[in-house]
């Protein structure tokens, strides 16, 4: 059975730093697409960072335009983990975060949730001004 555990949310002022992980258990992802998404009250749950296999060892990094030049995204498939290291942070940052993985290697573009099956069960951060 295929787990994602998110962790490493919390209540941080503007312009500190959290860095999310998110550990799958079940089987190995090296192979896939994986990614953050986030979801404010009220909102729809929106594309935060993906990472995705392009054959080998190499994988492409992709950010939402809003978090580019603070987050980024990285992972370790010896511990089938992904991060996200979240920089200058900003109340508009505030959300449950969710990691997320294709394992099924769908062509949905990697923005879109449609893409992934597995989910975690999120983890809040807030961001206080």
């Known amino acids: 059975q295929v787990q994602l555990v998110e962790s490493g949310g919390g209540l941080v002022q503007a312009g500190g730093s959290l860095r999310l992980s998110c550990v799958a258990s079940?089987?190995?992802?090296?192979?896939?697409?994986m990614g953050w998404f986030r979801q404010a009250p009220g909102k729809a749950r929106e594309f935060v960072s993906a990472?995705?296999?392009?054959?080998?060892?190499?994988?492409?990094?992709y950010l939402a335009d809003s978090v580019k030049g603070r987050f980024t995204i990285s992972r370790d498939n010896a511990k089938n983990a992904v991060y996200l290291q979240m920089n200058s942070l900003k109340p508009e940052d505030t959300a449950v975060y969710y990691c997320a993985v294709d394992s099924r290697s769908r062509s949905d573009y990697y923005y879109e949730p449609t893409k992934y099956d597995y989910w975690g069960q999120g983890t809040q951060v807030t961001v206080s001004s």
């Open positions: 990472t995705k296999w392009s054959g080998g060892s190499t994988y492409y990094g």
């Open positions: 079940g089987r190995t992802f090296s192979r896939n697409d």
